[in-house]
């Protein structure tokens, strides 16, 4: 009788203590979330250099939300946050940007002309005072499947995409125009 008192007393403390436990919400860091300047509705405009067509893209979804996290045993009430943005256009491309981790956090940015990937690929690098189309960019995100690799997506924090040298097909795109929020 006694074991089964002290197994109880075991299991009240430790139900005690898990319930005594504050939330914890992991955020992205500040560099992170600047790199998601694209919100509901805004628009951005690409050329197709190699056909000269213009791609509409308009931005249908931003979610910026935490989700619990069930890894950690020791604080069972672990939120992390995580950004997704998805955007489609006339032309049957759609894409999507979203962020993964904490620890190690990642950007990724995925391009697709119906259910063909044009790009796939991670934030690997930053450049400064960097020209592109004789425009000068005083930063520059650089997104690769693989470092220093095409294809390579050029990317702002004020624009979005600015440029993708040579995607999987072979072209490459270049921003018209970017417009916030219609």
């Known amino acids: 009788m006694m074991k089964i008192t002290k197994q ?3 299991a009240l403390i430790l139900i005690f203590t898990y319930a005594c436990v504050d939330d914890v919400y992991l955020s992205l860091s500040e560099g992170v979330q600047e790199l ?3 919100e509901e509705s805004d628009k ?3 050329l197709e250099n ?3 067509d213009s791609l509409v893209f308009k931005v249908i979804s931003y979610i910026n939300k935490y989700d619990k996290e069930s890894y950690n045993a020791l604080n069972p009430n672990q939120y992390h946050q995580y950004i997704n943005v998805e955007f489609e256009s006339e032309n049957d491309y759609s894409g999507y940007m979203y962020s993964e981790g904490h ?3 990642k950007v990724n ?3 697709f002309k119906l259910n063909s990937k044009i790009f796939d690929g991670f934030l690997c690098d930053t450049l400064n005072n960097y020209l592109i189309n004789n425009k000068e960019y005083t930063e520059l995100y650089v997104f690769a499947k693989e470092i220093g690799k095409n294809p390579i997506l050029y990317f702002t924090k004020e624009q979005g995409i600015v440029y993708i040298d040579s ?3 072979g072209n490459t795109y270049s921003l018209i125009e970017f417009i916030k929020n219609e």
């Open 50 to 52: 190699e056909t000269n």
């Open 167 to 169: 995607t999987d097909s």
């Open 8 to 10: 109880m007393f075991v």
């Open 44 to 46: 951005f405009i690409l």
């Open 36 to 38: 998601f300047c694209y």
């Open 103 to 105: 620890d190690n956090e």
């Open 109 to 111: 940015i995925c391009l």
